[in-house]
């Protein structure tokens, strides 16, 4: 007789024996045993969770299991996805059962069938024959069309959980007779990720291995799967700031043939798991044994949640970056280097926290309050809140500096220097008073109203005014007298700098301290010599150069620049 791998060998034949679907299996059955059979059902979910079985046992149900595996015709949509071979299908359901009462079509992977395919099946899907059942099965629901999904009864098959799983093998375990701990049986549970199918095939695979007596370490290292003992270990070594010990771990492990995907794989589980042990709410959702989770739970308390957060960050980039890295063992050992850096400036801080107030508990604010007393009893510093207070009603009456939103919302950055609030306003109060006493002075040179001019053009490329800062870069403002006098050549020159003239006015009195300057904008352009320099400049020329051009614009219908 051939061998028979487990997931054939054990796969269920009724549904009270399906693993992990109860609200699918009931559904079917009481469908069934009511007479309220459909004609199109579409099984969707993980692959190993038993829709393909599923689908079995209802056509086999359907029919009270006489010879039914007669009616029962299956198609592999990945090899069979072509516009012919639903045509062949479809002229097949056109012939009723020999025997029982229906004929199952069960259609896996129906997400690979082409467009054309799809599309000559609709019709068939919508309005079968009596005798007529589909039963589609898909990984991927959503690459289904809305057309398809609106014929079928949908079912979700959901991922088996451990314990099912762990449970499930035990019986075959003790079926085989074979030796096992239930560590191991959960440790392949967990490896599976939801899926009965895989967790049977490392079954197999350890069974194949292995007589009848399984060794724990042994069963691992078939599983290139690394035990959560050794996440703790390595997460206390991380938290102690030993970095030899950390390195020695890592250099154990890999010695042993695992890979250093594994390590990071496994690390970055126990680290999830610190921040669900920080709640009570989320503490049962921590899947390992007792023991480990008294470890977990103690090692949560001595790390702060921002830390467990920042830890997981920095292993979800090593994560990524592994993909693509030359040395991943190099990645991941400076991954857990920065994890000990980062505990280890934490583990300072609160050293020195706890030091400050066992030394000083009442101190602090005893020191806060006599800072405020020397403040307001020191006669330099409560001139300097009158000096604040009297520029900023001499600035709002004289109108001298206008806020601007940019300014407002104006954040410093980190390399900026530290200036002293007090000097800031003694050169300011010294500022006015200069523009005051020098309000009639027309003392100042054309170099300097270029110089300034420059250092205006700089502020609105900060301020990324482009246009404006095109406009200003081409124009040279002349003196005359008292009067700076700008040219412009065209109407958008004449507009950016009628929008910005009362900022500029504000700026080069204040920075040529004299109050009395005013601007005066002196057009240039000539009659038949405009400069085109904007878009709408152009546009405006070429409709005075051509007037059916605005009847085409009209006649077209189209938008005006």
């Keep these: 007789m051939s061998y028979l791998v487990s997931a054939r060998k054990y796969r269920p034949t009724k549904f009270d024996n399906v693993v992990g679907q109860k609200h699918v299996t009931t559904t079917l059955k009481n469908a069934i045993k009511n007479n309220k059979i459909g004609h199109a059902y579409l099984f969707c979910g993980p692959r190993g969770v038993g829709k393909t079985t599923c689908a079995r046992i209802f056509a086999s149900t359907v029919n009270e299991n006489s010879n039914s595996q007669y009616n029962i015709f299956e198609l592999d949509a990945a090899s069979n996805n072509g516009v012919e071979h639903i045509r062949n299908l479809i002229e097949q359901i056109k012939v009723p059962p020999q025997v029982g ?34 039963i589609l099965a898909t990984t991927e629901k959503n690459k289904l069309i809305p057309t ?164 997981l960050v920095c292993l979800d980039k090593c994560s990524q970056q592994l993909r693509n890295s030359i040395n991943k063992r190099f990645d991941v050992e400076l991954c857990v280097l920065k994890l000990c850096a980062m505990n280890s400036d934490e583990k300072k801080k609160i050293i020195e ?22 403040f307001d009893n020191n006669p330099i510093a409560t001139k300097d809140k009158k000096d604040e207070k009297n520029l900023q009603a001499e600035l709002t009456e004289n109108k001298i500096i206008k806020t601007d939103k940019s300014i407002e919302n104006f954040q410093p950055s980190v390399e900026s220097e530290i200036i002293s609030i007090s000097e800031e306003l003694n050169q300011n109060t010294k500022l006015v008073e200069k523009i005051e006493t020098n309000k009639k002075s ?38 005359n007298n008292n009067v700076v006098e700008i040219e412009f050549y065209s109407l958008s020159e004449k507009f950016e700098f009628e929008e910005l003239k ?18 005066s904008l002196i057009a240039k352009i000539q009659e038949g010599n405009d400069v085109a320099i904007t878009k709408k400049d152009k546009y405006e020329l070429l409709l005075t150069k051509n007037k059916k051009l605005s009847k085409l614009i009209d006649k077209l219908e189209l938008n005006s620049i």
């Design 353 to 374: 926290k706890s030091n400050t107030k066992e030394l000083n508990p009442n101190n602090q604010k005893k020191t806060d309050i006599l800072k405020e007393q020397e």
């Design 101 to 134: 009462r229906y004929k199952v079509y069960i259609i896996d992977e129906v997400h690979m069938l082409s467009d054309a395919a799809f599309n000559a099946f609709l019709k068939t899907l919508e309005e079968p024959p009596k005798h007529s059942i589909f």
């Design 502 to 519: 009362s900022n500029l006015l504000e700026y080069l009195r204040l920075r040529l301290s004299n109050s009395e300057l005013e601007i």
């Design 148 to 311: 398809i999904l609106s014929r079928c009864q949908i079912f979700d098959f959901k991922k088996i959980s451990n314990e099912d799983i762990s449970e499930y093998l035990k019986l075959i375990a003790n079926h085989k007779e074979i030796n096992v701990c239930n560590k191991t049986l959960e440790i392949i549970a967990n490896k599976a990720d939801g899926s009965l199918r895989d967790a049977l095939s490392i079954f197999d695979k350890i069974s194949s291995h292995f007589e009848e007596n399984w060794n724990y370490n042994d069963a691992l290292r078939l599983m290139s799967t690394l035990d959560s003992s050794f996440s703790s270990e390595l997460t206390r070594s991380i938290l102690d700031n030993d970095i030899s010990n950390c390195i020695l771990q890592i250099d154990r492990v890999i010695s042993e043939g695992y890979n250093p995907k594994e390590i990071l794989k496994n690390t970055t589980s126990h680290f999830r798991n610190l921040i669900l042990a920080k709640d009570a709410s989320t503490f049962g959702l921590i899947n390992e044994r007792t023991d480990l989770k008294n470890i977990i739970k103690e090692q949560s308390d001595s790390i702060s949640k921002n830390k467990i957060i920042d830890s």
């Design 442 to 479: 027309d003392d100042w040179t054309e170099q300097e109203l270029l110089d300034q001019w420059k250092s205006f053009i700089k502020t609105l490329m900060s301020q990324k005014k482009t246009s404006a800062y095109n406009v200003f870069q081409r124009t040279t403002p002349k003196k």
